[in-house]
Structure formats: C-alpha cells, structure tokens
C-alpha cells in the first residue's frame, strides 16, 4: 500500500509518485494507493489527479485498488466526480475505487465503461458500475429521496461538527 497524505513533504509525495510510475510502467501490481485529505481536484478527462501541493498523479494501468479521502465534509462536483470516474477508467487494472469523508452528487447515469470497477462510497453505500445504481450493504437501491435524506443529513453533521470547534 502505498499513502500520499496532505501532511507528507512535496519531495516525499514526489517520490511516491514517481516509484509507483516505475512500477506500473514495468507492469509490476500496485494493490492500493490511498490520499489521506491529499486530493485537490482532476483533470475533466481522468489524465491525472492533482494533489494539494500541486503535484499530479498520472492512471496507473497496474493499479487495483484506490481510496481518495477528501477533506472531511467535502461536497464532490459533478464534473469532479465524473473526472474520478474517468480517471478510474483510465487505471486498466482498477478493480475498486473507495471515496471517503465526502458528499458525491446524485447523477441519474454513470459511465458503463469501467466494467467491473466496484465504487465504494462513505464505506457504507456501495456502487457497482455494472447495475448504474446506488446500492446500500443489503442491495437495497438508494432512491433520490433518500439520497436527499442523506445529503440533509451529511450538512446537519458537518454544520455540527463545524459549531463545536
């Protein structure tokens, strides 16, 4: 496992993206790269994904596994989101993308592209590429009116969270 985290130093950082460039380019398996609030935005197109030092993190083809945990209480853009999504897509061994500490924005359609990709949201509502829905532990499909429920929610906490510091 590899961790590019917002408190690493911008050589370490660089570093770590350079080794797992190396290592994807010799087609060696990465099993998982998580940022730890080191997520700043990507690219549209899923080219890269842009730290908050700056730096940028290319699709690595031996890549399996990807968390990107947000800044608690982030709201994810649709184009955000989309870029998340292609960026996945552009990772050919990709077979989980976990999204932590953030609101994702509903959308009525996903890419069907990325096969068998498993998307994880908030390690409690799943998403699986293959069915284009929201999916709870249980299967249970999440309608739009309790993703309003959720996202009421999600503010009500954070506003909380916000209040007690």
């Not at 908030?122 to 299967?139: D, K, P, T």
């Not at 506003?159 to 007690?164: H, T």
Request: glycine share 6%; charged share 20%.
């Amino acid at each position: 496992m590899s961790v590019l985290a917002d408190g690493d130093s911008r050589l370490l950082q660089w570093s770590t993206i350079q080794l797992l460039e190396l290592a994807s380019q010799h087609k060696i398996p990465i099993s998982e790269v998580v940022l730890c609030d080191s997520f700043s935005s990507v690219d549209p197109d899923g080219l890269f994904l842009v730290l908050h030092s700056g730096l940028c993190l290319p699709p690595l083809s031996t890549l399996q596994e990807l968390v990107i945990g947000t800044e608690m209480g982030r709201e994810v853009t649709v184009d955000e989101w989309t870029g998340m999504l292609n960026y996945a897509n552009n990772c050919q061994l990709l077979k989980e993308l976990r999204i932590a500490d953030c609101l994702l924005p509903w959308m009525d359609s996903f890419p069907t592209s990325l096969g068998s990709v498993q998307v994880v949201w908030a390690s409690w509502i799943h998403y699986y590429l293959r069915s284009g829905r929201w999916q709870n532990r249980s299967g249970e499909i999440l309608t739009r009116g309790a993703y309003d429920d959720l996202v009421t929610r999600f503010r009500e906490f954070h506003s909380y969270e916000e209040n007690e510091e």
